[in-house]
């Protein structure tokens, strides 16, 4: 076996996105993986028999990243093969392509252009389909013009490329750019007639769509000047073509809402106790009359972190009368069911991250991340579970790895979860460097999965070690609830659980340690290096270092950080202000690294550079490495060859400062 090293994260393959074909036979699935010289990743389709439990690559032109079953033999998926289309767009008109191919076999073939920017479809028929997809209320319809008027409109574009017009909030959000007036609309498409007529406003937000028979359910909200974090449910009747009101959306935060039996189960949250973060509890709605279903004091969301994950799949699944979800619970991430009568069921073991489910029956196919393994798809029946693929197994046969040691220990009397890696060359009579890792969120949770990142680190020789401080996801609200009170019981949990690590482990050299995290983890970064002169260095990823900028400039930032720290810029600025690592770094001592994405509009760039400026105005040695064209996601999904670089920064940093 060979250690494992910063690049191999290139041939790990990521899986995503798996649904079964409407009579159960075969599932389909998605198998992602870097392509460092184009820096882009290759993504296609597989096929699983669920009787069988074969799987096979469907296609190959590498860019198949999402997909819908339009029958049981036949999937349809959005691409690029066109020229005539690609010309069109490029010309400034808006269509979405897709194409159909057979599962047993045969090329595909295109099987519509739609004239929108297509998010996703549901099919109601082969004919008809629910289209979710971008609305511009300033944008020219370039498509149906022609003459004098397509040349006006096309120079006018052209144009405007070079300005942005704000005039609500949020007006730009992360991974998606400048949003202001922009709306995630529901239309109804029918090929025949190459008719689409929408189904909902022009200034209407929608967030999540399910479908029944004729009936669409979807969550939203309309607005013109401010985004509001509260949502309706609704009903729009296909056949009769009107828009019932089931939810107002005055009131409450929406998680979800499906068809279960005769009634819409949903989960909805107030925040009257804890705020943004609060868990929601399951609703129904039957005859337009809001009922308490059943109280849930755990998320219903997968929280468990990790580098190595790529794409998604349906949170939400209704199958034979159950409702299916996901939680998180202490370290773990699980599938559940809730029935008719309110009785929950829970499927997977409490082993690492489940990424993506289907269910058929009493059968479940999940992909996930179990133990030490990659992402494989796994076979989930009566509590048992089988993993059938094997894309990842030479990692784990060949590479040498660390396994996480449970490090637990008690807090204000709350007990924290913690782990140890070793180096995985450990040997007690050597010395070591040490390098605490803070999961993002901070409403997250690390487990006991592959990390890429702490297993380089452990194979290059530091020991790792990483937590769940107050704040994190999984233990119920009041665990999660830190509103008011960042920088300071989390603090105090991080910098308890450092003692432990070291006490449990002489080994580590207390002289030599690293601190480092992103987003949540990148504000406690730089909270830590304005509070203690403990680590040697630091490195800050797509960090908070102002509240009071970060309110005004971020998607979030003038909801979040008013829930989040209990005040806004006018009602107690003092506070805002004490909470933000900027007002100490005139206290720090510590080398730190700054890790800041152009695009990332969660944690706008504007905060790694305040921090870093700060830094060297006192003298401090401080860099910043900024990657254009990335947003929030870098260390998660962005451009292979960026990924490479941005661990290479933050290792070489580590490397300066803590092995001399």
């Not at 025949?192 to 979807?218: Q, R």
């Not at 939400?316 to 309110?342: C, E, H, M, R, W």
Request: aromatic letters at 14%; proline letters at 2%; hydrophobic letters at 30%.
């Amino acid at each position: 076996m060979e250690k494992l090293k910063l690049k191999d994260f290139l041939n790990y393959k990521f899986l995503s996105n798996i649904e079964f074909a409407p009579n159960g036979e075969h599932a389909a699935f998605v198998v992602h993986e870097s392509d460092y010289d184009e820096n882009t990743y290759n993504s296609n389709i597989w096929i699983l028999n669920r009787k069988n439990k074969n799987i096979s690559k469907l296609t190959n032109l590498n860019e198949e990243k999402s997909f819908v079953w339009l029958d049981s033999d036949t999937i349809l998926f959005k691409g690029t093969r066109d020229k005539k289309i690609q010309k069109k767009i490029e010309d400034g008109e808006t269509w979405s392509s897709f194409y159909a191919i057979n599962i047993n076999g045969g090329e595909a073939q295109k099987y519509m252009d739609i004239p929108l920017t297509v998010f996703s479809l549901k099919v109601i028929d082969k004919d008809n389909f629910i289209i979710f997809a971008e609305y511009d209320n300033y944008g020219l319809d370039v498509n149906s013009l022609n003459g004098l008027e397509r040349i006006d409109a096309v120079a006018k574009i052209k144009e405007n490329k070079d300005y942005e017009v704000l005039d609500e909030i949020p007006f730009w959000s992360n991974g998606e750019g400048f949003t202001n007036k922009k709306r995630k609309r529901i239309y109804i498409y029918n090929k025949n007639k190459n008719s689409l007529n929408a189904v909902t406003g022009e200034y209407t937000h929608v967030e999540y769509v399910a479908f029944d028979n004729s009936k669409i359910l979807y969550v939203g909200n309309e607005f013109e000047e401010k985004l509001e974090q509260t949502s309706g449910i609704f009903q729009y009747d296909i056949k009769t073509k009107k828009t019932a009101i089931l939810l107002d959306d005055k009131e409450y935060m929406v998680h979800f809402a499906e068809y279960l039996d005769d009634s819409v189960i949903c989960g909805l949250s107030e925040g009257k106790n804890h705020g943004l973060n609060e868990n929601p509890k399951f609703y129904t709605i039957k005859n337009k009359k809001l009922s308490l279903f059943k109280d849930h004091d755990t998320s219903m969301s997968n929280s468990v972190g990790s580098d190595c994950k790529y794409g998604a799949g349906k949170s939400f699944q209704v199958s034979d009368g159950k409702l299916y979800f996901p939680t998180t619970l202490n370290k773990s991430s699980f599938i559940n069911s809730i029935d008719a009568n309110g009785a929950e069921t829970v499927y997977s073991a409490d082993n690492g991250s489940v990424d993506s489910y289907a269910v058929y029956k009493n059968e479940i196919f999940f992909i996930g991340l179990r133990g030490e393994k990659l992402q494989e798809l796994y076979y989930l029946k009566n509590g048992k579970e089988k993993q059938i693929s094997f894309f990842n197994e030479d990692i784990s046969k060949n590479k040498i790895l660390s396994k996480p040691k449970k490090l637990n220990f008690i807090n204000d009397d709350i007990e924290i979860s913690g782990w140890v890696l070793e180096p995985v060359d450990f040997d007690p009579k050597k010395k070591y460097p040490g390098i605490l890792d803070i999961h993002g969120g901070p409403k997250t949770a690390y487990g006991e999965i592959f990390f890429h990142e702490m297993q380089v680190w452990a194979n290059m020789g530091y020991f790792v070690f990483f937590c769940n401080p107050r704040g994190g996801d999984g233990r119920g609200d009041e665990f999660s609830d830190i509103r008011g009170k960042y920088g300071t019981i989390d603090y105090d949990d991080l910098m308890k659980f450092t003692d432990v690590v070291l006490e449990k482990y002489p080994e580590i050299d207390s002289e030599k340690l690293g601190v480092t995290g992103g987003s949540y983890g990148g504000y406690m970064t730089n909270w830590i290096i304005g509070h203690t002169d403990r680590f040697k260095c630091a490195a800050s990823q797509r960090s908070i270092a102002n509240w009071i900028s970060k309110f005004g400039t971020t998607d979030i930032g003038y909801y979040f950080n008013a829930d989040q720290n209990q005040s806004t810029p006018w009602r107690d600025h003092d506070k805002l202000w004490w909470h933000s690592p900027m007002k100490y770094a005139d206290k720090v001592k510590t080398p730190t690294l700054f890790i800041h994405s152009e695009q990332d509009y969660r944690c706008w760039l504007s905060e790694g550079i305040q921090m870093f400026t700060s830094l060297r105005y006192h003298g401090v040695d401080a860099r910043l490495c900024l990657f254009k064209g990335e947003n929030h996601e870098l260390s998660r999904s962005g451009k292979p060859k960026h990924r490479v670089r941005r661990l290479e920064e933050i290792t070489n940093w580590f490397e300066k400062y803590l092995k001399k």
